[in-house]
Each structure stands twice: as C-alpha cells, then as structure tokens.
C-alpha cells in the first residue's frame, strides 16, 4: 500500500511541476503539487502512527478534490459562489479528518471523499456545458480518467464478490488513479487535445458494455440462490471475459455477417436497399451525373435481381435512356402533355396502367416490369424503368418503396442540374454582355475623341482660315480708307461676303455637332430637315411621336443620319430610302430601309463602323438594332428603344 500511494504521490508531483511550468498562467498545476505534498505528509504521519494529522490531511485531501474538479481545466475561481464553496469544502475537510482521527474509524473519511468528489464533479459538469469548445476538450480528458475508474471499481467490485480477486481491490483503484494526473496534462497539450473525443466515445462504450455483462452476471448468481465454489471462479472469471470479448468483437463482424447473409438471400453481397442507401453519398459534383446513373441501374439491377434496369431523362415530353443496364439502343420516348401530367402525379405503376399510359415502355408481360416517375415541382424529368424474368419473383412493397425514394432522390439531382446549367448559361451571357460593353464604352470614349480632334480639325481648316483672311482684308480696308476710298469700299464688300461664308460654315458645323432644329422641334422637324438634305431620295413618315427625353431624341436621329449617311455610299445612286418611326406607346420603333444593292450581313464587328456606332447609341437606352439584308435586295434596319411608363 505505502509503495503505492508512493508512487501515486510522485506522478502527482511530477505532473503538477510538468504543467505548472508549461501552462504559468493557470494554477491547475500548483493545485496537483498540493495534493501530492498534503499526500504526502498524510502518508509520513500515518506512517509514524500519527493518526489524527494524518486524518486531518486526508480530510483536507478530500477538500482538495473538490477544489481541483471545480477549477478545471485552468484552475481559476472566478465565480464568487465557486470560491465560497471552496473555502467551505476545506473547513469541512478538516472537522471530518480530525473526527474521523478521533474515532478512529474510516468510515467518515469515505463519506467525505464520495460527497467532495460527487460535489465537484457536479460544478464541474455546469461549467462544462457554459464553456468553449477547447476548455470542454481539456474538461473530457479528466472525464476520460474518471470513466476509467469508474470501471475498474465496478469490475473489481464484481470480481471481488463472484471470485474473490482480487485481494486487495483498494490498492488496484488508487493505482488507477494515477490516470487523473496524467489526464491533466494530455489536457495541457494542444496536440492531445484533439484526440480526445475519439477516445472518450469509445471508452464509454466499451465501459458501458462490459458494465452490462458484469450486471448480467451478478443476476444470475444471485437469481441462482447460492455462492460461487471455489471450482467454479475460475470458469465465471474466463466465461465473464468471453462474453466482453464477443460483445466487442460483434460489431466488425456483424458486416462480414450481413454481407454473407445478403450472398445467400438476394444471390449478391448487397441489400435491395444498397442503392437508395448509397446514392445519396455518391452524389458530388466530383462524379459526372451520368457516370451516377450508370451506378445507380448496376446498383439496381444487382440488389433487386433485374433483368433491364433503365433510366430515361428529358424534358418537354420527350426522353432518352440516360443510363442502362444491359446497354440496348432505345428509340426516343414522346410522351404527350396530357399523359405527362398523369404520370408525374403518379406513383411506382406497372400492369394495366402501363399498357394505357405508357403503352411504349410495356412489354409482352407488363406485370413483372415497374415505373418510377421522376418528377419535380410538377414537371416530368424522367422515369426509371425496371423489369424482372417473366419467372422471376414478384416485386414486393418494399422494392415499390425503394425506387419511389430514388427517383424522389434523382428528381432532386436532375432539377439541380438544370439549374446548375441555366446559372452557367446566365453567366456566360453577363460575361459576353460585360465585354461588350468594356468594348462599347471603350468606342464611345474613342468615338468622342475622334469627334473632338475633327471639329478642332474643321475650326482650323475652315471658320479660322475665314476669320484670318477677313481680319488681313479688314487692316488693308483700313489702310486704304483715306488713300483709296474706292478700293477700300470693294475691300469691305469682299469682307462682308466672308463673313457671310464663315457664318454658314459655323452653322454647318453646329448642325453636325447637335441640330438646332431637334432642340427645338423634335424629330418631327428634324428627321424631315435631315432627309431633304440626304444624298438619296428620301421619305419620312411618322406615327404618333411626341417630345422625348434628350437621349431618345438624339439617338434616333443620328442612328437615321447614319443610315443615310451609310445608305448613300453603299446603296447606289438610284436607291431610295424610306423611313417609318412609330409610338406604339410601349416602345419607339424606326425602321430604315433602301433599295439598293445590298449585302450579306456578318457579326456586328464586321458589319461596319456606322453599324457598331448604331448599337452602341441604342444599347446606351436600352434600345435593340436588327439588320436585314441580301445581295440585290436592299436594306433594311429595324431599331425598336423602350419607353418609359
């Protein structure tokens, strides 16, 4: 006993030292260098026949228990009830230890050590449930270690009672104790904390069963009415340890068994519910969907015993085998709307009711062969189709209900799929629709710099020069006034012909850069003004238009003068052109067409600058462009922008 508790005293201190340096901040391992030192001047009393200290550091011991459950796992007293429960525990330590000393009897002492322990534990558990996910990993290695008492003073009380072993049960219990120790400091390490929760799942349940055998086994001793002889220890001992034995070993074996048995029955290793058990686990994005359904009907046609197992998917009522077992090359089923609605409502179906409503997939016997409708929302997705040997057994309830669930299961998959492909369709669309507009935005800026550098251009070369030579005229006017009225009187009049012309080249170039006349009067003066100034013959009708928003009226108008413009270099001298621009209350449509010689119509980019001029205009008000054209046959542009409400 003394080498024992020895020993015990030194893992306690060792451990105590261990985490006092490694974890300084936390008191835990003062604490356990306490018990080990109170442990052992108990032990120098006890041992220089000192009962009454030695008891009184037994009961502060006991106290100590308590303290240390209530701190774990970082041994702080935070809370003020925790602290006066505490300081209450080692008074009533101490009074027990020296009554129990003075009477001279263990039994206090017990008492004492049962109520500490169960009292701490119980602290222990509330702070367990209101602490964070690392300090309830450091509170389960202390739990690990009591499960682990826990069961050893069960099977050595059992075994003390039925066989009389072992001798001293006391000595193997406080040796067991030294896993508290060594569980605080698992706790203390950020590595084992992790590997905790494995351990105690599975400790609790091998404690949990070998628990139940020794309860089973004790009542049937004491039902059988008599002691255990002295022959027969030895046979309960080893019968006790196969029957933990079997109980362990029977839930490997149990799928070896379950594998074998479904050999037998079903003539495969797998049960008629694999598939449905199976498919939800093997439905990733990582496997291809009809890599999946080929699994799903080799899955099927083992587990049921099929002879065909086949699964059709499609949409508006028509539907190709996707998968199939064996492989046959099956015609495409068309199945009305009246009897998509029937059989999207309906359940697993065969017999009489395949032959009137889905007379294709009916074979010769239709009884031994099932439908399984696979429906979403309403809309019939697909079918799975199995059929058996006219010989073969028939289908039972429980197959109806297993592909019931599957085609629920695989209806689920394949409107996800649709959606995954409509998402993917979407954003390919707002990618090409990003670029052109990158692209669109990026012509506008080059279009108005281009803009810019021509009317700079225009200025320089025209109203400038204009300016300049009146302004040289007008100095020799001046010049000439007094010496030369005559020439100076022919000097002004050239000038007031210069100005004339700078004038209207100004008017010119403002016309080109916004005309007046849609400020002013809308297109139902501008496009007119316009087209009398086209180089074809133009005509112009127009229905309903009132006064728009700056931009709609601007963008008509320029895409019309640039189908002119265009028209009157490409269509040929003798085309002509007509222009319809109508209200229709929702939109505004205008449609340019020409007679002439046509051309055959590509992608925008190669359509031609004024066409990418015209998209970029409309795309900017929501506005659409449609170009119709062929060689010999004119040209038509159908432009439609959206009105506001």
């Not at 008191?27 to 041992?47: D, K, Y």
């Not at 206090?108 to 690392?134: D, K, S």
């Not at 034995?245 to 029977?250: F, V």
Request: some cysteine; glycine content about 8%; charged content about 20%.
């Amino acid at each position: 006993m003394a080498v024992v508790i020895t020993a015990l005293i030194v893992v306690w201190a060792l451990s105590g030292g261990f985490m006092a340096v490694r974890r300084r901040d936390e008191r835990i391992g003062l604490l356990a260098v306490a018990a080990a030192v109170i442990a052992a001047v108990s032990l120098v009393a006890r041992e220089q026949h000192h009962p009454l200290p030695a008891c009184a550091g037994l009961g502060i011991l006991g106290a100590l228990s308590f303290h240390l459950l209530a701190v774990i796992p970082d041994g702080s007293l935070a809370a003020r009830g925790r602290r006066n429960l505490t300081i209450g525990a080692y008074a009533v330590g101490a009074v027990t230890g020296v009554a129990a000393g003075a009477a001279s009897s263990a039994w206090p002492m017990v008492l004492w050590f049962a109520l500490a322990i169960g009292c701490g534990i119980t602290v222990a558990n509330r702070r367990y449930r209101r602490g964070g996910p690392i300090d309830r990993r450091r509170m389960q290695w202390v739990g690990w270690a009591l499960v682990v008492l826990t069961e050893v003073f069960l099977v050595g009380v059992a075994l003390r009672l039925m066989a009389t072993w072992p001798t001293h049960p006391l000595i193997v219990l406080l040796a067991t104790t030294a896993l508290v120790p060594l569980s605080l400091v698992a706790a203390s390490h950020v590595k084992m904390i992790g590997r905790v929760d494995r351990l105690l799942t599975d400790t609790v349940a091998v404690a949990g069963l070998t628990a139940l055998v020794i309860v089973t086994y004790c009542a049937v001793v004491i039902a059988l009415g008599r002691s255990v002889r002295d022959g027969e220890r030895s046979l309960l001992l080893l019968s006790m340890v196969a029957a933990v034995l079997a109980a362990l070993a029977y839930q490997p074996l149990r799928l070896r068994l379950a594998n074998v048995s479904n050999q037998i029955v079903y003539g495969e290793r797998i049960a008629p519910d694999d598939s449905l058990r199976t498919w939800g686990s093997r439905l990733t994005r990582a496997i291809p969907l009809d890599e999946l359904l080929l699994q799903l009907a080799e899955s099927l046609r083992k587990s049921m015993s099929l002879d065909v197992a086949e699964i059709y998917t499609g949409s508006d009522g028509r539907y190709d085998v996707a998968a199939g077992v064996p492989h046959r090359e099956r015609a495409t089923l068309v199945i009305g709307a009246k009897e998509r609605a029937v059989v999207a409502r309906a359940g697993v179906s065969g017999g009489t009711w395949l032959d009137v409503w889905i007379p294709t997939l009916a074979p010769a016997n239709s009884s031994n062969t099932r439908v399984a409708p696979i429906a979403h929302g309403g809309r019939l997705l697909g079918m799975i189709v199995i059929t058996r040997r006219t010989d073969g057994d028939p289908f039972t309830d429980e197959n109806d209900q297993v592909i019931t669930e599957l085609a629920r299961q695989v209806g689920l998959a394949l409107h996800n799929v649709q959606l995954d492909s409509a998402l993917q369709a979407s954003l390919e669309q707002l990618q090409r629709t990003n670029v052109e507009l990158q692209e669109s935005r990026l012509r506008i800026v080059s279009a108005g710099d281009a803009e810019r550098r021509k009317l700079e251009r225009n200025l320089h070369d025209g109203a400038q020069q204009h300016l300049v030579a009146m302004a040289v005229k007008l100095r020799m006017a001046e010049e000439l006034v007094e010496d030369d009225p005559e020439e100076a009187s022919k000097v002004i009049g050239e000038l007031r012909n210069s100005l004339k012309d700078a004038i209207v080249e100004l008017r010119a170039l403002a016309h080109g850069i916004f005309p007046p006349l849609l400020s002013s009067g809308g297109l139902n003066e501008a496009l007119p003004a316009a087209a009398a100034r086209a180089a074809l013959i133009t005509t112009v009708e127009m229905t309903g238009l009132r006064r728009y928003s700056p931009e709609i009226e601007s963008t008509v108008y320029f895409c019309c003068l640039e189908a002119m413009q265009n028209a009157g270099k490409h269509a040929g001298d003798d085309a002509e052109i007509a222009i319809d621009v109508t209200d229709n209350g929702a939109q505004l449509l205008f449609v340019i067409s020409d007679d002439g010689v046509g051309f055959e119509p590509g992608p925008l980019g190669a359509r031609g600058h004024g066409f990418v001029n015209m998209t970029d205009r409309l795309g900017a008000v929501g506005g659409h462009l449609q170009v119709e054209s062929a060689p010999g046959h004119g040209t038509t542009l159908r432009c439609d922008i959206p009105l506001p409400a």
